[in-house]
């Protein structure tokens, strides 16, 4: 990360967050959905905002999902997004989706904004109704502010089985202006490519087209986002929204604009870091776990790789256990789907070559297991196809994931 | 099951092994790869036998699955099944190669059989050398013997984490004479479609082509030893061995034998029952859980989504945890990949209904809560895409699958 700083300027911001770009507001109040955490937030952008979304490709779309589409279709401009947790408000039918697009009026009212410039979010239980008494009067409280405090609120409110809060801002210099990306994200089980259940907030005070964002933002996903795996269940609610209120006053980006290739890295860094945030905080994880795949016929080919190899369970318990037995990351790497020749396959946990060509080496297993212990865990695999690469992130799979999901609703 | 039996007059036999039909020995012995239990078996057929056999679609495909392709490739008979646990003989290179061969060719100098007609298997750790001094003495202390405790012992040392024996047998009559088939398995991890650390071996007295067993083999796999998950890993060892030795006297079967029908249900209802057997044995799994997916618009659909559902963390941890967390079931099978119609899914936990078309259905959660406790739980959905229905089986995911998983090697 430190090579692609210098190379495109791009300059971390200390404890930057989703009000680090200008002209943002942000809020999170207890509305009373949960017994006493903060359960509904807001962003709020200074004027209507450029924007773009990616949402699950689980066939089940919750209706928050199809409200934020509705608001999307009409003007591809937000101003605001509501997200209340504890209740995904998934599989509830005509009634969910009416209650969505109340949330929605609700919201519009509250702060004098069209109601097609509000997207909606949920996450929590499926299957259950929001209690819009709860909803309606908890938009009533919510106060958004442009201190960091306000950021600090919005990311707790949006928070399930998270641990800890999301958050993360660069930003960089294009047309000669400072231009910034912040984020918050949500997301801890049920977490696996195609928007998981995961939410993903990115702020940015680019001047930028939605189209161009939007192209900006699928790509983006795809390395990132849609890299992280934490169980394999994706889920009916997820999605990753970007607003872009232009108030930075760069030159309009698109393709075309020879600083084009600086924005993409920084909206690439904030959304892989809020990836790495979640993947880190994946439901009882204890480690990070990041897996490169180098030397495939393509990237895809590495992607599709490295995430069969973080996502395996078999992986994830080793790395659990600080074992490190490199058969489990062979064996999920021979059921990819990727060609490669079996015979020229090398592995590394850490700096220490396990497998070298396909041939078992003779490692220090005190050393691997010391590294395996560690709250940061990479695990390199080279193959002789070509000059494709990826990385996907994970975690380790412990007695307290299945802690978790053996009483969530409980 | 019990309809299939009436209709088909096939009946289980009490107590049935692969010594249950006519012409077989088999054995077990410490060959000392483990320190206490037996870890080396042999199946022996009097005769030289039809045979077929489905292997692991891993890239990486262990020794002893290249030394056993290449003996059925010579005459499509065997003889012989010699298996060790403990050592996987896999990712081993050229000399787990070497090692592969010199089992067969000791087993076949032992028992006085043509190398090409001894089936070699190997399931363990991946990536670490047979003790070949080991496996030699242990082939030389074998003796198979005709009584249930050849069996018994087979069925033992074919083991690794696996916690206890798998076996049945069925039989029928096919041209007045009473054909029978019987099994063994092994299979607790890394388990998953396409043959994942599973071994399978068959024994069947049915006189049949090579040809028309592997066809029979095929199919049926398809529907039983491919539709069981426990963690979504495949293995790099994993196979099912049919042997047919023709001792019943019936008229040579194949596709246009009137009594065809009956050997593929025959042999179906022994695979099934070995791959439910493995699937209860789950590492770590309290509970067998059985997935029915009906109204689909083909059976493929149908066994996808089954296997989807069944194979997911999130709905394992839930029937662990007894919680009837329908949410889970719905997302899963919104994620499988196959096409239907979100607006009308129905879904119960054995005989409760908690969605029904798609709506919240108000139900007893103490009712579903004590079901889940049950030793099988059965998750029905039923769709309205059309008339295919598939089934699959997996287990919970629990402490102990973690436990066993984060401390393997040790």
Known sequence: MEIIKEKSELKKIINGSILSPLGYK???????????????GIILSEVPASCAAVYTKNIFNAAPLQV?????????KLQAIIVN????????????????YEMRSSTSKAFGISEHLVAVASTGVIGEFLDMQKIKQGINLLNPVAETCGAADFETAILTTDTVTKNTAYSTYIDGVKVTAGGAAKGSGMIHPNMATMLGFVTTDANISSDALQSALSMVTNQTFNQITVDGDTSTNDMVIVMANGQAGN?????????WQKFIELLKLTSEELAKQIARDGEGATRLI?????????????QMAAKTIVGSNLVKTAVFGADGNWGRV????????ITFNPEDVTICFGETVVLNHSEPVSFSEETVTDYLK?????????LEEGKGAGTAWGCDLTYDYVKINGSYRS
């Open 26 to 40: 942000a809020g999170g109040v207890h509305a009373g959905l949960r017994y006493t955490k903060k359960d509904l």
């Open 251 to 259: 030159k309009v980006l698109d393709e075309n604009h020879p600083e």
């Open 374 to 382: 560690k709250d940061s865990v990479v695990i390199n695999v080279l």
């Open 290 to 302: 990041e897996v490169n795949v180098s030397g495939c016929r393509t990237n895809e080919d590495a």
């Open 85 to 100: 947790s504890a209740c995904a408000n998934a599989c509830t039918g005509k009634r969910g989706l009416e209650d969505a």
């Open 330 to 337: 062979i064996a999920a790497m021979g059921r990819s789907g």
């Open 68 to 76: 934020t589409k509705n608001s999307i279709s009409i003007e591809k």
